[in-house]
């Protein structure tokens, strides 16, 4: 069976707090609340140094457990123990980064793991740096419902142009992936076709993760208490799958807000499948204001794209994770032996 780590991503705002609780409800996978680990520790690396050195595998499993911003207290994994787990396994940022979410697994006795983060879209070559047998979702959805959910979110603080390039972004980095990485290793799904039809969706997207489907997977309300309450704009996830939010950007958007939408993303709408509403062209003010987002996240990506790719030729140690069969096998060594299921592992 496979042990493959799973990966959840998309725009914000397009389902992905859905598809995590279907995911976790399969009796076999584990796919934790949101954290902000994985990217942020890869971008870290060169200051902890070499992961061969016990003493470097603590100071990052340190500051996993113990930063105000990895969010690691809502995992309910115990802290001590996984730092001592840390010092005492792989010598690699990916399996020290990988065992947190290998130890949420286990709370819930289940032998695949993995994480849902939308803007993980964005590092994607990360990713699968770290974890080289990883499997992408990257969900799909209404690029004028995302635009019209992005702008009620309490911790979004952007405006119209800022959310539908976030969309454009989504879209364009999956194209790229699609082109780059192995059939296997990455999939789209629509989030109106995973509504619409939970259990066909559901079906193929188990068979590209290598699992039987399980018909607990539509009722993802049940396992929704692993999301922590205080995320109150995932109030919907705790009730039952319903399409009754496909399309409300018609009703939740300005009419130059359509128009904008269509404007600038029509051509991407059209090929995901959607239909335009034919919605009078946007001022030119307004072409004006995505324009310089657009150029100014550009130059970003550029920018970064140059880092990463200085930083990879002084990488400070093994960056590949070396926790699962597919993980090991890629760097010819045996498999780690079984541990013993623990019981119980409380929160800090």
């Known amino acids: ?160 142009y800022h959310a539908a390039h976030r969309w454009a972004e989504a879209i364009d980095l999956g194209r790229r992936a699609a082109r780059k990485f192995a059939s296997d290793s990455y999939h789209e799904l629509r989030y109106e076709d995973l509504t619409a039809d939970p259990e066909h969706a559901l079906t193929r997207l188990c068979a590209f993760i290598g699992e039987e489907y399980h018909p607990a997977m539509r009722e993802p309300y049940r396992v929704a208490d692993v999301v922590p309450e205080r995320k109150t704009w995932h109030v919907n996830t705790r009730s039952e799958v319903t399409t009754d939010r496909s399309g409300t950007w018609a009703e939740r958007l300005e009419p130059w807000e359509i128009g904008l939408c269509e404007a600038v993303l029509g051509e991407r709408l059209l090929d995901q499948g959607y239909t335009l509403s034919g919605a009078p062209q946007p001022a030119r003010e307004h072409l004006a204001a995505y324009r310089k987002v657009e150029a100014r996240f550009r130059r970003r990506r550029w920018r970064k794209g140059i880092t990463e790719r200085i930083d990879r030729f002084r990488e400070p140690g093994p960056v590949a994770a070396l926790l699962t069969k597919g993980q090991r096998g890629l760097a010819g060594l045996p498999e780690l032996p079984a541990r013993r299921p623990e019981h119980h592992v409380a929160a800090r």
């Open 1 to 160: 069976m496979s042990d493959r780590p799973i990966f959840v991503v998309g725009c914000p705002r397009s389902g992905t707090t859905l598809l995590q609780l279907m995911l976790h409800a399969h009796p076999r996978l584990a796919i934790p609340p949101e954290t902000r680990i994985v990217a942020h520790a890869y971008n870290r690396r060169h200051k902890y140094g070499d992961m061969r050195q016990a003493a470097n595998r603590r100071k990052l499993a340190e500051w996993i457990a113990d930063g105000s911003r990895t969010q690691f207290e809502d995992l309910g994994v115990d802290r001590d123990t996984y730092i001592t787990r840390a010092m005492e396994g792989p010598g690699s940022l990916g399996s020290v980064v990988g065992l947190v979410y290998q130890m949420f697994a286990e709370r819930f006795g289940k032998p695949r793991w993995g994480d849902k983060r939308p803007p993980y879209i964005r590092h994607l070559d990360e990713i699968l740096a770290m974890f080289p047998d990883a499997q992408i979702i990257h969900l799909i959805r209404d690029g004028r419902d995302c635009v019209a959910s992005l702008k009620e979110m309490p911790w979004f603080g952007e405006d119209v």
